[in-house]
């Protein structure tokens, strides 16, 4: 792909950087690194799982197993704090003595690893090694920007070197599988888990989860330095019924294929050697005992050959979800659906062997669940080499090397949303003349919470804070803090003492968010996406200063603040930045690097619009070219798609982000008028190896201002008279550029296959004849569209 020479030089030298000091050499060249339209079929790689030498070894070791050790390889538990309701039983060193434990998780060191390892190795019967697993999700100790900021760079480069950097520091510890990449798409904000994933598009999430895989599963799943990545959670989780965790979804079969399904289609193809079930009911039935999502299109349609972990106790949460009367019943279930290790909820372990001898369950099902293990244990090389090298965990600080690359991430994660002009000029960035700087608020000096949830073995002392590296730029006696309270509670003292120092201070940031753990992330849903505390309060008395006011908003989703986007001059979107929060807020705030982040998720207006998400249907009454702004006044106005008081659109939509400069985008123009639906069939799911472009649609993007840029330049299209509606845009390829001040440049996409099909009436994936329209742009809503036809 031609990729813009100097951000290509870029990264080439941060890759240089990496891979001499990782021992990562890179595995592709970088050209090959970032996709524009191939994800919804895409390619196969081949997989660590079909090694024949392998096989012959599973088959060797099945035939010694009794009964009872096959049921010892599918039963895992945790060994260390909880992530769930706590249960299972806590006699593991006889347990794995006897091989009753296949996979052990939640342990804190190689050297509690290794302990354990010399059990299983050394002291059950077939000295079958144990497989140590945790959730790593935006890191094992460099803690990075969270998955959702992570996807806010749109750079899939920096997403594999994340995961390489947390493969490296997992290994290290004895852990040998994550339970990352999250790809469940999510349009529900309230759904606090939105923060572990990449957002709203399928064909973005494809992207990010592919470099996940990559990074996570190296070139090698055997090195001692590659761990096996977990796709999770299968399916539909993110679709949850008014993005209360664990609750319900229901999802068309349709919706499911083009939505939901692609980013798990995309890492296993990518070779993600395991996949967690969800805890959610899918269509009536629960994801952990779904055969239709777990066998017919995971097994037979997708081929996978991998192992399927339940989440958390979510087999024995059949009984609760009222389709098993007993852990029996739930065993029975989530096994012959296709879920073939039970994760802490113990209903294996007590029940899998009776099942089988009264055959509930097959012997066969029972030994392809074994096979599943098996398979992945031998392919990290675990047999050879169960142990790890102590000497291997960092002792101490951080290589530097590690700590660039979380302060690169997190630069171009961040999404300004808004830089009105103060005084003559926008706000940001700042310079050496910004006189007197003002921090205020709860997250400004505040470690813990920059590493966000899901935090892993992150420490706060890792941590930069923003106060931290603002004084190291600015001089501590240009920099003033003031706290404002906590996070959820504040004093009228504090709120007046941040006032004053507001009123001293020539520009002021305000540091502010929601509560990493406890407000985002797992078992986090909110109903009011509000500050929390007295926040929007300090708020609003500090903007009453008539001071500038920067608005830094630290959380793991939109959060619709009606009063801030009115009012504040300027708001970054910081989300959780990881341990390089300050020093990575600062080079963007004072314009070392631009900003350059875009939204990976609809930032609606107000909590009534949600779900609100740009790829929706057009519906037969669209409300395109009425004045929302107002209530109807006539039958005209009344009787679209609309509410009578809001607006349709989101206050800021997908794709959106603005910088320092401006960027201008001529006509998209397409190089083909008509297109044959035959001729493009014959090429599906082969655009990534070479299948045969079709057309090419190009623009020119200039820089129009005065300073450097990286744009995300983002390609979208729309298809008409389809047997099934197609949504009014959705992304189907992107590219990060690098523009200097006045560069224009001439980007092109070609548009293939994969890029024009949908899945049609009957469920499959083709190209059907249609008007295509076709944007290239800079977010989900601009530009007008070039437009070709697809014949026969
Ligand atoms: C979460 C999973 C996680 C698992 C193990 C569950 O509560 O849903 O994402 O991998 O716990 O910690």
């Not at 372990?349 to 030994?367: I, M």
């Amino acid at each position: 792909m031609p990729w813009n020479s100097r951000h290509c030089a870029k990264l080439l030298v941060t890759a240089g950087i990496l891979s001499v000091v990782l021992g990562f050499a890179l595995s592709k060249p970088l050209s090959a690194q970032t996709h524009e339209n191939a994800e919804r079929s895409g390619v196969e790689k081949v997989s660590a799982l079909a090694d024949p030498a392998i096989e012959k070894r599973v088959e060797a070791l099945l035939k010694q197993m009794t009964l009872e050790e096959k049921v010892g390889q599918l039963a895992q538990y945790s060994s260390g704090a909880p992530t769930g309701p706590s249960t299972g039983n806590p006699d593991y060193p006889n347990m794995i003595s006897r091989g009753d434990v296949g996979s052990l998780f939640n342990l804190d060191s190689a050297r509690a690893a290794n302990q354990y390892q010399h059990l299983a190795v050394e002291k059950s019967r077939l000295h079958i090694p144990l497989l140590f697993g945790l959730d790593v999700i935006h890191g094992f100790r460099t803690t990075f920007p969270v998955p959702l900021a992570l996807a806010s760079t749109w750079d899939p480069f920096i997403v594999e070197q994340y995961a390489r950097i947390a493969a490296q520091e997992s290994s290290a510890a004895g852990v040998r599988w994550v339970f990352s990449p999250m790809v469940d798409i999510a349009r529900d904000p309230r759904w606090g888990r939105i923060v572990e994933g990449a957002g709203e598009d399928p064909y973005l999430g494809s992207v990010m989860a592919r470099a996940y895989v990559r990074g996570y599963q190296g070139k090698k799943l055997s090195d001692k330095e590659s761990v096996a990545a977990c796709v999770k959670h299968f399916v539909g989780y993110g679709a949850v019924e008014g993005g209360r965790d664990y609750n319900t979804a229901e999802i068309s079969e349709h919706t499911l294929r083009e939505i939901y399904l692609p980013p798990f289609r995309a890492a296993i193809r990518e070779g993600s050697v395991s996949l967690m079930s969800s805890f959610n009911t899918l269509n009536g039935l629960p994801a952990t005992a779904n055969p239709f999502t777990l066998t017919q299109i995971l097994r037979k349609e997708w081929g996978f050959r991998g192992l399927t972990v339940s989440d958390w106790t979510s087999v024995g949460e059949l009984v609760p979800h009222g389709i098993a009367r007993d852990k029996a019943v739930a065993a029975q279930k989530a096994i012959n659906a296709g879920v073939d290790m039970d994760m802490i909820s113990d209903s294996y372990h007590e029940n899998l062997a009776e099942l089988v001898k009264h055959g509930k369950v097959s012997q066969a099902r029972l030994d392809e669940a074994v096979r599943d293990v098996l398979r992945v244990k031998f392919a990290l090389g675990l047999f050879e080499d169960p142990f790890t090298d102590e000497s291997r965990e960092i002792q101490g600080a951080l290589p530097t090397e590690r700590v660039e690359a979380a302060r690169f991430a997190a630069e171009r994660s961040f999404v300004l949303l808004k830089n009105s002009a103060a005084g003559g000029r926008p706000i940001l960035p700042l310079t050496g003349e910004s006189g007197r700087i003002a921090l205020i608020g709860p997250m400004g000096d505040n470690a813990q919470n920059m590493l966000g949830p899901w935090a892993g073995h992150g420490r706060a002392e890792d941590a930069v804070t923003l106060r931290a590296a603002l004084e190291k730029r600015a001089g501590a006696g240009k920099v003033r803090y003031a706290k404002g309270g906590e996070l959820q509670t504040a004093s009228d003292a504090d709120i007046q003492t941040a006032v004053e120092t507001a009123q001293q201070a020539d520009v002021v940031l305000l540091a502010l968010g929601e509560e990493a753990a406890e407000q985002s992330g797992e078992a986090a849903s909110r109903a009011h996406l509000d500050l929390p505390g007295r926040q929007e309060e300090l708020l609003e008395k500090v903007t009453a200063t008539g001071k500038p006011v920067v608005l830094l908003l630290f959380s793991g989703r939109p959060l619709p603040l009606p009063w801030a986007f009115e009012h504040v001059p300027a708001i970054v979107a910081a989300w959780f930045p990881g341990i390089q929060a300050g020093p990575a807020l600062v080079r963007v705030l004072f314009g070392d690097v631009p900003p350059s982040g875009k939204l990976v998720v609809s930032w609606p207006r107000t909590m009534g619009q949600i779900p609100v998400y740009y790829n929706a249907l057009n519906t037969g009454r669209p409300a395109d070219g009425y004045d929302l702004t107002h209530p109807p006044r006539n039958s005209l106005e009344k009787y679209v798609s609309r509410y009578i008081d809001e607006q349709n659109t989101p206050l800021f939509p997908f794709g959106f982000g603005l910088t320092y400069s401006s960027v201008e985008y001529s006509q998209t123009e397409v190089d083909s008028a008509k297109l044959s639906a035959a001729a493009l069939n014959a090429n599906l799911g082969r655009d990534a190896s070479g299948g045969t472009t079709q057309a090419t649609a190009s623009a020119t993007v200039k820089n129009a201002g005065n300073r450097a840029v990286d744009e995300v330049v983002q390609l979208y299209i729309r298809l008409i008279g389809t047997s099934m509606e197609e949504p009014v845009r959705k992304l189907v390829g992107f590219k990060r550029i690098a523009l200097a001040p006045g560069e224009s440049r001439r980007v092109s996409f070609p548009l293939g296959a994969d890029a024009l099909s949908l899945w049609d009436i009957q469920n499959n994936l083709r190209v059907e004849p249609s008007h295509v329209q076709i944007w290239i742009s800079p977010d989900s809503s601009r530009g007008l569209p070039a437009e070709l036809e697809i014949i026969e």
